[in-house]
């Protein structure tokens, strides 16, 4: 028991320093993430990272909460999943909630706004890091990267809403497993026929 608990204090943890030290929204908990869960921890692959963060962009909520309910869930259970979240929302609540008063006022301050814009730069140079590295595990052939140029291409230049892109992925995904799933099946069953017929004829 005690030590189901220390499990669960960890979890928590884990997901209070991830909400505490990112900035720049559910994607921006990619390197941190990677570096907490991956390198750290070894609580997921990078496989499993990509996978949760695909869910959580392409189902209802925060991409955010949704990967830490996923990796909480993996790693302990439906309470786990709880924990994982609460985690990773405490510092934001605790945070908005200590600056509500002042946050109109910031605006005011020169100082103040340029040093969201150095957090955002470096927001930006965090994000292009990790999606280098995940580059490397999900576009295998020129496939892939083709269609991650289009769809670079479709949300950049014309402002398609990344839903229809979630979605047409999700779509073309399905339906590549199931034509590759029955081509195996035509592969099998013509080599088990070829095999029946190269038998029927020694036995002759």
């Known amino acids: 028991m005690k ?3 220390k499990e669960f204090l960890n979890l ?6 991830i909400g505490t030290f990112t900035f720049g929204g559910g994607l921006a908990m990619m390197p941190i993430m990677q570096r907490e869960l991956i390198e750290k921890r070894g609580w997921v692959t990078e496989e499993e990272l990509i996978d ?4 959580g962009q392409s189902t209802p909520g925060i991409i955010a909460v949704n990967v830490s309910t ?3 869930y993996k790693r302990l259970g439906w309470f786990g999943g709880i924990v994982g979240t609460l985690g990773v929302v405490t510092p934001s609540w605790v ?3 200590l600056l509500a008063g002042a946050i109109s006022s910031v605006d005011k301050y ?3 706004q340029k040093a969201l814009k150095g957090i955002n730069v470096a927001v930006a140079a965090l994000l292009t890091s990790v999606i280098v590295k995940f580059s490397k595990k999900t576009i295998k052939n020129i496939w892939n990267a083709l269609f991650m140029l289009l769809a670079f291409a479709l949300i950049y230049f014309f402002k398609v809403q990344s839903v229809w892109i979630i979605l047409s992925a999700l779509i073309i995904g399905c339906l590549l497993t199931l034509y590759r ?3 195996n099946t035509r592969d099998i069953s013509k080599t088990t026929e070829v095999s029946g017929n190269a038998d029927s004829k020694e036995a002759e």
């Open 70 to 72: 996923f990796v909480g």
């Open 3 to 5: 030590n189901k608990l």
């Open 95 to 97: 945070i908005i909630m």
């Open 181 to 183: 799933q029955k081509k």
């Open 110 to 112: 020169p100082l103040a």
């Open 12 to 17: 928590y943890l884990a997901f209070v320093k």
């Open 52 to 55: 949760y963060f695909a869910i």
